[in-house]
């Protein structure tokens, strides 16, 4: 495996600003010298994410999960550390150098690297069978008329989106990637081929899973084509396998699942802001029609229901969400689906609305009357739960009192979604004016339902394997921990503490976790006078765990107005608790020695008496004169 050069690493992480790359899979805000936002990591709803452009690093205060631009990439794209290094370098072109002079070979790429070049490659080809005209393509103006007449979306359109065709036969994109000379592994799971288990991967055994169909390109949040949905056309084949579908999406593979992703997020997460929420429809074609009029914050799911992970990406970029569905049954019920998961993720949503009893069809509506009509539906916008309400029991007045009961428990069921009392109350209030119902009574049954609720939860929730007892503390309340860390921002008590943690002394750091490996090493390197500094300290650290705890400790703020003293209380704690077991045991020997055993109790004594006198004499560095 190649290895990267440190000058080439320290150059990287010199040229190449965290803001920029956080900011592109988190929002983030200034807060003095620093950046806060809501973090891409766990589900949150107060900004707990940290990133300070000063020192490089990210911290979450609420899972702690913390790093550099290395790690950060490492997490959220889920490459391996040369891997990181590579994508930074191709993302803000900065050459990355190998020892020896040697740089990865094709063998080396990792699988989710060729898939994604894999689909940068097939969306350009595709791209090319739609726009280019000749007397061999006639697939491309079929489907140029097909975009341009039947589905009457402008040619600009298709070129900002990369809007593809495949011809009938669909033979001609696997010549192109062959000669790219993928692996084998890579052409079987990118799931633009059918190709059989125990075939060989050639022009003969390979079958295009998309013929004659208009290609959607589909891109992860952060921009890359990560799959296709392809729409149906009068030159799909007959022996297409899914020849009946209308729409047909990639499946799922190791850079595509379907439920952690939504059309056009990576532009729309650009557009949001306090008065441009982002807009959630239906299908892509609808969400392709809101852009071309210019509402740039249109997205969709890839064509299944709406799910948890698509609502806690949403709410990293904007809280605030409008419901675009067809005003058909199935749009209504997709619209009540994602109601209780919308406020589980904590988004704020309303829904889009004609007047009347006009049914809604986005892509019609504002193909027939542009962007006007996005007014007019904000105009007549429902909250959450007047949708809800007049959803489940559009007539509340003719409705019997077994009616507005049954209708009331399923809104308890969307309300039991939110942990906010505050917007329970409030959905409550709504439900009894729209409902006709006395608050108190309301109230009242809403408790017994959630009572109710709990204990069914109870029922189905597996019992628990009891725990291992914990017999270590976290590693930010160890000693270990207090002294790395002023290692690194006091860099001139590195030494006097390695002087006093050598020989004997250095096994009483604990060294079962990270922290303290790391604090070995760094001591060392303090002791033989070849600190490399702390900039570097992901250097010397000895594996991906050990880099991780570097990067968090790094951003750490280390504010103390008197570091000597908590280096002193440091070591005594690490001394204490080397000894005291030893004294321990010491009297368990006496205690238990027979009379003839004098010998053995002398030498017991003097050490217990050695212990006794350590561990009353004071143990630190030197006061400063």
Same mark, same amino acid.
């Given at each position: ?7 080439? +690493? ?10 920029? !790359? ?40 609420? =899972? ?12 959220? *794209? ?20 190998? *020892? ?28 090319? !069978? ?177 799910? *948890? ?14 419901? +675009? ?10 619209? +009540? ?68 009961? $049954? ?78 860390? +002023? =290692? ?26 990270? !922290? ?38 790094? $951003? ?70």
């Amino acid at each position: 495996m190649p290895i990267v050069k440190p000058t080439c +690493l320290r150059d990287l992480k010199f040229r190449v600003n965290i803001v920029d !790359v956080v900011g592109r899979v988190a929002t983030l805000k200034r807060a003095g010298s620093r950046f806060k936002g809501l973090c891409p990591f766990h589900n949150e709803k107060t900004p707990s994410f940290t990133v300070d452009p000063d020192k490089g690093f990210y911290k979450c205060f609420g =899972c702690d999960k913390a790093g550099d631009i290395i790690q950060f990439v490492r997490e959220t *794209e889920g490459l391996d550390f040369t891997e990181a290094i590579e994508t930074l370098g191709r993302r803000y072109n900065v050459a990355i150098e190998y *020892e020896e002079g040697s740089g990865p070979t094709r063998e080396e790429r990792s699988l989710r690297q060729e898939l994604f070049a894999i689909h940068e490659i097939a969306a350009d080809h595709f791209h090319q !069978v739609f726009k280019i005209a000749d007397t061999k393509n006639t697939t491309g103006e079929w489907m140029r008329e097909y975009w341009k007449n039947k589905r009457r979306f402008t040619p600009d359109l298709a070129e900002e989106f990369k809007i593809g065709a495949v011809a009938p036969d669909g033979s001609a994109l696997f010549s192109r990637l062959h000669k790219e000379r993928f692996s084998e592994e890579a052409f079987r799971r990118c799931g633009l081929f059918f190709i059989n288990e125990n075939a060989p991967v050639n022009l003969h055994s390979v079958k295009s899973r998309f013929r004659g169909r208009l290609m959607i390109p589909i891109r992860d949040h952060q921009g890359r084509v990560v799959a296709f949905t392809a729409r149906q056309t009068d030159l799909t084949p007959q022996d297409d396998p899914a020849r009946e579908a209308k729409y047909v999406n990639s499946p799922e593979t190791p850079i595509f699942t379907k439920g952690h992703l939504l059309f056009n997020l990576d532009r729309a997460r650009t557009a949001v802001g306090p008065d441009a929420p982002f807009v959630l429809v239906e299908g892509q074609l609808d969400a392709l029609r809101c852009w071309s009029v210019g509402l740039k914050t249109a997205i969709a799911p890839q064509g299944t229901a709406i799910t *948890e992970s698509q609502l806690t990406l949403l709410r990293r970029y904007h809280p605030q969400v409008e419901c +675009l569905f067809d005003g058909d049954s199935a749009g209504q019920n997709a619209a +009540l689906r994602y109601l209780p998961l919308a406020l589980k993720a904590g988004l704020e949503t309303r829904f889009l609305a004609l007047a009347g009893d006009e049914k809604i069809d986005p892509d019609d509506l504002f193909r027939e009357r542009g962007i006007a009509a996005y007014a007019e539906l904000k105009r007549h916008a429902q909250s959450a739960m007047t949708f809800a309400c007049r959803s489940h029991l559009p007539d509340p007045a003719a409705a019997s009192a077994e009616q507005k009961h $049954a209708t009331a428990r399923a809104l308890f069921d969307i309300i039991l979604a939110t942990d906010s009392e505050i917007t329970r109350a409030e959905y409550l209030n709504e439900i009894a004016s729209r409902l006709r119902i006395p608050i108190n009574a309301l109230s009242r049954d809403f408790e017994a339902y959630r009572a109710q609720a709990q204990t069914r939860a109870s029922y189905t929730t597996q019992p628990e394997t009891p725990a291992v007892a914990q017999t270590l503390p976290a590693q930010n309340t160890t000693p270990e921990y207090h002294l790395l860390l +002023l =290692c690194l921002n006091h860099e001139s008590l590195g030494v006097p503490i390695a002087h006093l943690l050598t020989d004997e002394r250095i096994g009483w750091i604990d060294q079962t976790h990270p !922290v303290g490996q790391l604090l070995n090493t760094a001591l060392s390197h303090f002791e033989q006078n070849d600190w490399p500094g702390r900039d570097h300290l992901d250097e010397i650290a000895e594996n991906d765990e050990q880099r991780a705890l570097a990067a968090a400790i790094l $951003a750490e703020t280390c504010e103390h107005d008197d570091p000597r003293r908590i280096a002193n209380q440091a070591l005594t704690a690490i001394r204490n608790r080397a000894l005291e077991p030893q004294l321990r045991q010491i009297e368990l020997a006496l205690s238990t020695l027979q009379a003839n055993s004098e010998v053995d109790a002398i030498s017991l004594i003097k050490q217990r008496t050695d212990i006794q006198r350590q561990l009353r004499q004071p143990f630190g560095l030197p006061a400063v004169d």
